[in-house]
């Protein structure tokens, strides 16, 4: 079974990864179904790096559509600590520009509850803690990355999380705003959340790409403006994605990595030998 320890999950516009060798394409299956496609598992600065398009090659995939449990799932399969988010975010600052780069470091979810949250259900519950849903010790290992490579970036912010697809309206926009949050995305949750059950460590690149509706002095968000400022900056996410892998060394430690330890509640003599059994993979050691 091929194994990698650093995961890249790539959003809009982040299909493939530059700067592989030795280069493998491994499809999974996990209990929760298929994910969103192949992973190209490749050395990178003298990592094992495995990546995965996030709405699968083509885009295909719409943001309410993802399969979070089978992708977060299927990293852990391959022995993954340590998981790169990169996302095309719109802004709610006016100090965050399109072309910049955030690291968030709060979730606010406003999605409509149709996506399953957790790996732990019918029969098993657990109850992480998620008051920091970005690891801090990735977050700054890609601020220290996205400064080496040269890029405008905003350490700390709070990232909404809508459903989608279409964009806000003005009106929620402007509330969003008015709430404090900064950024606004389709996708980090549930897979922040998922990650955080699965014990590995999660950190969001945030690619300003457009300010969502509320700027007066901006056209209202459409694909092509973010496909257009993705593009322009596509060499910079790279860079930094490989900056960020350098940093995370054999010896990479986060608090994500006992994050079930004391999460579990459920009676583990009433959990039953099929509950295990799904469970064996993410939460074995404590069943
Ligand atoms: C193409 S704009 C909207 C789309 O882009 C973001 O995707 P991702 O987070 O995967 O980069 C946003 O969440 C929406 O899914
Ligand atoms: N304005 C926006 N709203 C939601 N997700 C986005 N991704 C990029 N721009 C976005």
């Known amino acids: 079974m091929s194994q990698a320890t650093i995961g890249v999950i790539g959003g809009s516009g982040l299909y493939a990864m530059e700067g592989l060798t030795d280069v493998e394409e491994v499809r999974l299956t996990t209990p929760y179904g298929d994910p969103s496609d192949a992973f190209i598992i490749g050395t990178l600065a003298g990592q094992r790096v495995a990546f995965l398009p996030r709405h699968g090659r083509g885009h295909r995939i719409n943001p309410s559509e993802l399969p979070s449990r089978a992708n977060i799932h299927a990293f852990k399969q391959l022995g993954i600590r340590a998981l790169i988010s990169v996302s095309a975010v719109g ?3 006016e100090e965050y ?8 470091n709060q979730l606010f979810d406003r999605t409509k509850g149709g996506r399953p949250t957790t790996f732990f ?13 970005f690891c801090p010790v990735l977050t700054s290992i890609l601020h220290e990355a996205a400064v080496t490579a040269g890029a405008t970036v905003h350490m700390g912010g709070t990232m909404v999380v809508m459903e989608g697809p279409a964009f806000s309206t003005l009106a929620e926009s402007e509330e969003n705003r008015r709430r404090g949050h900064d950024l606004i995305g389709m996708t980090a949750l549930p897979e922040a959340k998922l990650a955080r059950e699965a014990e590995i460590a999660y950190g969001t690149l945030a690619m ?12 209202a968000v459409t694909v092509d403006a973010v496909v257009a400022v993705l593009h322009a900056n596509a060499t910079l996410s790279q860079q930094i994605v490989a900056q960020a892998v350098a940093r995370i060394g054999a010896d990479f430690t986060s608090p994500a990595h006992s994050a079930l330890a004391t999460a579990i509640i459920t009676d583990r003599s009433r959990i039953a030998p099929e509950v295990k059994e799904r469970l064996a993979l993410i939460a074995g050691k404590y069943l």
Do not use: C, N
Request: net charge negative; no cysteine.
């Open 91 to 93: 802004s709610l600052r």
């Open 208 to 219: 300003v790409t457009d300010y969502d509706a509320w700027h007066p002095g901006h056209d």
């Open 121 to 133: 259900e019918q029969g098993i519950v657990a109850h992480i803690a998620f008051d920091k849903p």
């Open 97 to 104: 520009a399109p072309g910049h780069v955030v690291i968030p």
